[in-house]
C-alpha cells in the first residue's frame, strides 16, 4: 500500500488516498511513527501552523528537515520515469525533479488560483462542487489563474465559465477598482494522483440584486449554486481549508468594514 497519504500531526491520524507499491518510514516529533511498506516520499505539502521535525529512513533524502506544517501530504512518484530520458533515476531534490543521467528538471511550483465571496443582499453565493477533489462539497466561485492570465482576468474567466455570469463592471472601472482583496491562503489540490501546491487569492464583490435566476451553473463542473447567509454556512461543509480560512477572515472583513 503507498500512494498520496494525508498525515494530520494533531491526531496522529493518516489516511491512504491512492494505492501504490512502494514505500518507507517517517517519523515525527509527535511521538508517532507511520509504517507504510516500501514506497519513496517525493514531497512533503502543508499549512503553516506549528513547527513539525520529519526524519526521512531509507531514502535519498536522508537526514532531518524541520517544516511549519500542521498536515504532510506526500506525493509518491510522481514521476516513475525520466520524461525525457526514460531513465528510473529521476528524484525529487528540495523543490524540483531531476533526472542525473540526462539533467531533466521540472520545478513543481506553487499554481495562483482566485476566489470570489459575491454578497448578493445577505446572502453569499456558493457553488456545489460536481467533480473531485471534493465532490459535493460547498467551494466559492472561483479557479486556477490560466498561462497568460492576471489573477483578477483569471478571476473574471471563472465566473462567466461557472457562472455563466459577467460581474457588472461600470464603464470606466478597473478590475482593481471593483473588486476588494481581503484574504490569501495557501492551499493543497489533489487532482488525479498530482497534488498541487496553489496560492489562493480572495476577493469580494457586493451585487445587491443578483439573483439564483440570473446564474446557471457550468455542466460538468458545478452540481448546484446557492444563495447562503453567512452565519448559516457550515465551515465543515466547504470544500478546502484555504475556503474555510477565507469565510473566517471575510466575516473580520465585515466587522472591520462596519467601524470603519
Known amino acids: 500500500m503507498g500512494g498520496l497519504f494525508i498525515v494530520d500531526l494533531y491526531t496522529g491520524h493518516i489516511d491512504s488516498i491512492t494505492g501504490f507499491d512502494h514505500g518507507r518510514v ?10 507504510a511498506g516500501d514506497f519513496q516520499i517525493i514531497e512533503v505539502y502543508g499549512v503553516v501552523y506549528m513547527p513539525v521535525t520529519i ?21 509518491l512518484t510522481m514521476f516513475q520515469y525520466c520524461p525525457s530520458c526514460g531513465s528510473k533515476n529521476i528524484r525529487f531534490e528540495v523543490k524540483k525533479f531531476r533526472c542525473p543521467d ?19 443582499g445577505e446572502k453569499l453565493v456558493l457553488l456545489v462542487r460536481d467533480k473531485e477533489p471534493s465532490k459535493g462539497k460547498l467551494d466559492l466561485p472561483g479557479g486556477f489563474v490560466d498561462p ?27 478590475l482593481p477598482e471593483f473588486f476588494t482583496l481581503f484574504a490569501s491562503f495557501p492551499n493543497v489540490y489533489p487532482y488525479k494522483n498530482i497534488v498541487y501546491n ?10 445587491p440584486n443578483l439573483t439564483e435566476k440570473d446564474l446557471r451553473p457550468q455542466a460538468g463542473e458545478i452540481a448546484e449554486i446557492r444563495f447562503i447567509r453567512l452565519d448559516e454556512i457550515n465551515p465543515d461543509a466547504l470544500a478546502f481549508d484555504s475556503t474555510r480560512r477565507a469565510i473566517g477572515t471575510y466575516r473580520e472583513f465585515l466587522k472591520n468594514h462596519k467601524q470603519g
Not at 59 to 67: A, I, Q, R, S, W
Not at 198 to 207: E, Q, Y
Open 148 to 174: 497568460g492570465e492576471g489573477v483578477l482576468e483569471g478571476l473574471c474567466r471563472e465566473l462567466q465559465e461557472e457562472l455563466n455570469w459577467k460581474p457588472p463592471i461600470p464603464p470606466g472601472v478597473s
Open 198 to 207: 496553489t496560492c489562493d487569492i480572495f476577493f469580494t464583490i457586493n451585487v
Open 102 to 120: 540526462c539533467g531533466f528538471t521540472y520545478y513543481h511550483n506553487t499554481a495562483a488560483a482566485s476566489g470570489c465571496v459575491i454578497a448578493a
Open 26 to 35: 517517517i517519523e515525527t516529533h509527535i511521538t508517532q511513527e507511520f509504517q
Open 55 to 75: 526524519t526521512f529512513v531509507g531514502t535519498d533524502l536522508k537526514g532531518t528537515f524541520t517544516y511549519h506544517w500542521n498536515y504532510f501530504i506526500m506525493i
